[in-house]
């Protein structure tokens, strides 16, 4: 085992603070990376202070992180898609059960035995796992992922939570091109599906509560900006969408973006607020509307994601900051004040 430096939270209500946490020797499919940077995932923020807790209860310590970008340093005798030196990547899943159908499809975001990065018991050490706020971590090769050489690895690291959770409903959903698209909050998720949106030819239009961001929508690829909280402004598109994506992590009323939607549209959720959402039915019934949500995206796709990120040059926006300076991210992000993702320099452990 390595002792490994790490942000950790001890409860819902304290901050994040430096720790050490162990990290296993690699077996023979495992690769070890030092992690280089860490995205920070509004998830991070719903875990650490155990907002989850009716469906995913915090165990503490807590070590988040998800959208990890590092460089091999040690790989088992059995790996084959990697070798030191290379730079990868890791997102919300460090391994599954490889049996299920779900994983026989490359869906294993879907199976029920998947092993989240951070907070799911650990196989190999008991207790659970710990994310990417740390100088390293051990993972099976098979959960690891391909970077494209040409983007700026800080850029790259929220690809894998927020980059993936959005392209997967959007690749769902079918030819966007033409179509009218929906992306309600402007934050990590939002901007990456703002950006995936256009680069498929919708016509893109977001939701903010924040007429500051106006601007930057508008440079990101969004072709309209609606302030969602100006009645006059959302009166004139009631009817008009053809497809939402909802990437808001408090509560708000989703019958207003329901409204938004004509016939046959649908509205998918992948923000996870604390509290349910009140749906009226009336909204979802005169049109025949349908609302979904989405997890993630399997390995298979993610990597898909990243190769398209490559090819079209798309990294998330992001602001470098070191760690010490997370607990006023954190807040930060409470108050929609973050352009669009902040990505932990982790050299900045080091000076612990
Ligand atoms: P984020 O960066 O904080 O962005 C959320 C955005 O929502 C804010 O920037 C803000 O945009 C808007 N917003 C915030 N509070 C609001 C309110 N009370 N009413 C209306 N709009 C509000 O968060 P994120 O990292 O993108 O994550 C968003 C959500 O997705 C979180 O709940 C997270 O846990 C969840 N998530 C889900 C998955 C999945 O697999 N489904 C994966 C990752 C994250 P404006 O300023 O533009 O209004
Ligand atoms: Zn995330």
Redesign the pocket.
Request: hydrophobic share 35%; proline share 2%.
């Given at each position: 085992m390595t002792t490994t430096r790490a942000y950790s939270a001890a409860s819902a209500t304290s901050p994040l603070a430096l720790d050490s946490i162990q990290r296993r020797d690699t077996t023979e499919t495992d690769v070890q990376i030092e992690i280089l940077y860490c995205g920070i995932?509004?998830?991070d923020l719903?875990y650490a202070r155990d907002e989850w807790h009716k469906v995913m209860p915090t165990i503490y310590p807590c070590v988040p992180g998800h959208e990890i970008v590092g460089r091999v340093t040690t790989v088992g005798a059995k790996v084959t898609k990697f070798k030191v030196g290379d730079n990868v990547g890791v997102g919300?899943m460090v391994d599954s059960d490889h049996t299920c159908q779900n994983c026989k499809d490359g869906q294993e975001?879907l199976c029920p035995n998947m092993t989240m990065t951070y907070g799911s018991p650990d196989k190999h050490l008991g207790g659970v796992t710990y994310g990417g706020y740390s100088e390293s971590i051990v993972v099976d090769e098979s959960f690891v992922l391909n970077l494209p050489a040409n983007l700026d690895p800080a850029g790259v690291a929220p690809l894998l939570?927020?980059g993936i959770?959005t392209y997967s409903p959007i690749r769902r959903w079918g030819d966007l091109n033409g179509k009218k698209v929906g992306v309600?909050?402007?934050?990590?998720?939002?901007h990456m599906g703002v950006k995936f949106a256009h680069a498929f030819g919708a016509h893109v239009v977001?939701?903010?509560?924040?007429p500051g961001?106006e601007e930057d929508a508008l440079r990101l690829g969004a072709d309209e900006v609606i302030v969602?909280t100006d009645a006059d402004q959302m009166q004139g598109h009631a009817g008009t969408f053809d497809f939402i994506l909802d990437?808001?992590?408090?509560?708000?009323d989703i019958n207003a973006f329901i409204n938004m939607l004509g016939v046959g549209g649908n509205i998918t959720?992948?923000?996870?607020?604390e509290k349910p959402l009140a749906v009226m039915a009336f909204a979802l019934l005169a049109g025949r509307k349908s609302i979904s949500?989405?997890?993630?995206g399997g390995i298979p796709e993610t990597q898909e994601m990243l190769d398209f990120c490559g090819e079209h040059d798309i990294t998330a926006d992001v602001e470098v900051i070191p760690i010490q300076k997370i607990n006023e991210a954190y807040e930060r992000?409470?108050t929609?004040d973050?352009k669009?993702?902040f990505s932990i320099d982790m050299a900045s452990l080091e000076a612990e």
């Open positions: 995932c509004h998830s719903h919300c975001q939570c927020a959770t309600v909050g402007l934050g990590g998720l939002g977001v939701f903010t509560t924040s961001k969602s990437t808001v992590s408090a509560d708000h959720l992948v923000g996870a607020p949500g989405s997890l993630i992000m409470l929609s973050v669009y993702r």
